[in-house]
T-cell receptor, first 112, second 112 residues
Framework: GESVGLHLPTLSVQEGDNSIINCAYS??????FIWYKQESGKGPQFIIDIRSNMDKRQGQRVTVLLNKTVKHLSLQIAATQPGDSAVYFCAENPRGGYKLIFGSGTRLLVRP | EAQVTQNPRYLITVTGKKLTVTCSQN?????MSWYRQDPGLGLRQIYY???????DKGDVPEGYKVSRKEKRNFPLILESPSPNQTSLYFC???????????FGPGTRLLVL
């Protein structure tokens, strides 16, 4: 499959453990944030999103936390599974803007 | 099945030979966008379109053209490809804003 990054930060976790992937965003005017998962050979896939009027949002096995004070976003994956192995991207949408600004990504490796 | 399709998936060409990568979505989305993905640089937006006949430059538009004559299609045109346009290209669409974009499977382009 296509490689998405030769020198991505990598997080290695044991199957069943919780994973935390971090992202620092750049624009204090951003009011919408989103996490994408990209498996090898595929396009990015939506995981979860959050607006700036929230600090936390939960989905199925995933939680996104937003700390606007330090412009930090995190994605928590509970009970990590082998199928969670992928590259994860955060993205931000500046208020009133017409595009998403993507981070460079983090590779998650799940050890059996 | 709701999806974004791209063609071709893989393309090898030579410098200066015009090419078009097609993108089509069947979700009646108004917003469509093209990205390129390069190692270490993440996803960078090339062009986007808010609706039919409405297009605008993203962060890296040089060397590319787009058109949006109908809602479902958003082709990417390289009039005179150069080796620095060797990349992995993704088309994406969303309902009416850059939020929650759905991505196509990608087109791997090699310009010799």
């Amino acid at each position: 499959g296509e490689s998405v990054g030769l020198h991505l930060p990598t997080l290695s976790v044991q199957e069943g453990d919780n994973s935390i992937i971090n992202c620092a965003y750049s624009n204090s005017a951003s009011d919408y944030f989103i996490w994408y998962k990209q498996e090898s050979g595929k396009g990015p896939q939506f995981i979860i999103d959050i607006r700036s009027n929230m600090d936390k949002r939960q989905g199925q096995r995933v939680t996104v936390l937003l700390n606007k004070t330090v412009k930090h976003l995190s994605l928590q994956i509970a009970a990590t599974q082998p199928g969670d192995s992928a590259v994860y991207f955060c993205a931000e949408n500046p208020r009133g803007g017409y595009k998403l600004i993507f981070g460079s990504g983090t590779r998650l490796l799940v050890r059996p | 099945e709701a999806q974004v399709t791209q063609n071709p998936r893989y393309l090898i060409t030579v410098t200066g030979k015009k090419l078009t990568v097609t993108c089509s979505q069947n979700m009646n989305h108004e917003y469509m966008s093209w990205y390129r993905q390069d190692p270490g640089l993440g996803l960078r937006q090339i062009y986007y379109s808010m609706n039919v006949e409405v297009t605008d430059k993203g962060d890296v538009p040089e060397g590319y053209k787009v058109s949006r004559k109908e809602k479902r299609n958003f082709p990417l045109i390289l009039e005179s490809p150069s080796p620095n346009q060797t990349s992995l290209y993704f088309c994406a669409s969303s309902l009416n804003s850059p939020e929650t974009q759905y991505f196509g499977p990608g087109t791997r382009l090699l310009v010799l």
